[in-house]
Nanobody, 119 residues
Framework: VQLQASGGGLVQAGGSLRLSCRAS????????MGWFRQAPEKEREFVAG????????YYTESVRDRFTTSRDNAKNTVYLQMNSLKPEDTAVYYC?????????????WGRGTQVTVSS
């Protein structure tokens, strides 16, 4: 199983980025997907989640109304649209897959993509 995240980069505060995470080696629609991030010297934190069908999404409070997650099961890909970025959004962003029925336990993790927001 591989989860390949891409789309990170350097952006000015107020700008936007779209992260993608393409999954291979699994039946994508059997998995809920999550986005996490880890800033330097901080613990990894949950950012957003989406259920297997895309019908339900979840966000941490700090990104609600700025970030949107979606998925295309035909392309085995989940997305994170990030708008109105702030310097505190700077982190390595990871995607993860949780088999439906496993609750909050994520079975697979991607390598991460760096997002840097300059002030």
């Amino acid at each position: 199983v591989q989860l390949q995240a891409s789309g990170g980069g350097l952006v000015q505060a107020g700008g936007s980025l779209r992260l993608s995470c393409r999954a291979s080696g699994l039946t994508f629609s059997d998995y809920n997907m999550g986005w996490f991030r880890q800033a330097p010297e901080k613990e990894r934190e949950f950012v957003a989640g989406i259920n297997w069908s895309g019908g339900s999404t979840y966000y941490t409070e700090s990104v609600r109304d700025r970030f949107t997650t979606s998925r295309d099961n035909a392309k085995n890909t989940v997305y994170l649209q990030m708008n109105s970025l702030k310097p505190e959004d700077t982190a390595v962003y990871y995607c993860a897959a949780a088999r439906v029925g496993n609750g909050e336990r994520y079975d697979y993790w991607g390598r991460g993509t760096q997002v840097t927001v300059s002030s």
